[in-house]
């Protein structure tokens, strides 16, 4: 089951059923099946707070994935900021609605075992969204 909740800000306008299918169907690519996925969206403060206390980081993010996965089934809580994901839509010229949706499946993919820290995972990672998000279209 996925849930998708706002702390703080108004519920960004996603398509919960599309967009629940979709993250069913990029799951499926990793051969995971989907079990309790949390969607939070906030805003810069609430993220800071979040990254502060939980993962002792004093900066802002777009994502946090907190990861609860059992096997083949993916767990978790996914804190999105739409203040950062806003400024970054800006920053790299993208859609507003484009780059929520990248950074939604970005939290699957995590959950799905891609990283994005390490050597050449970055482009792995982006990669993989772009795969995620052709999907989407």
Not at 5 to 31: F, H
Not at 33 to 46: A, L, N, P, S, T
Not at 60 to 70: A, C, K, L, P, R
């Amino acid at each position: 089951m996925i849930t998708y909740n706002a702390d703080g800000v108004k519920m960004p306008s996603i398509k919960k059923r599309e967009t629940t299918a979709w993250i069913k169907a990029v799951a499926g690519l990793y051969g995971r099946r989907v079990g309790e996925i949390g969607y939070m969206f906030v805003g810069d403060e609430k993220m800071l707070e979040v990254n502060r206390e939980y993962l002792g980081h004093d900066y802002y993010t777009d994502i946090i994935t907190f990861d609860y996965d059992e096997g083949d089934r993916i767990n978790g809580d996914i804190v999105i900021s739409l203040d950062t994901v806003r400024s970054n839509a800006e920053l790299f010229g993208k859609e507003y609605s484009d780059e929520l949706h990248r950074v939604i499946i970005h939290g699957i993919l995590h959950l799905c075992g891609i990283n994005d820290k390490g050597p050449g995972e970055r482009e792995q990672m982006e990669a993989a969204e772009n795969q995620a998000l052709a999907m989407l279209k």
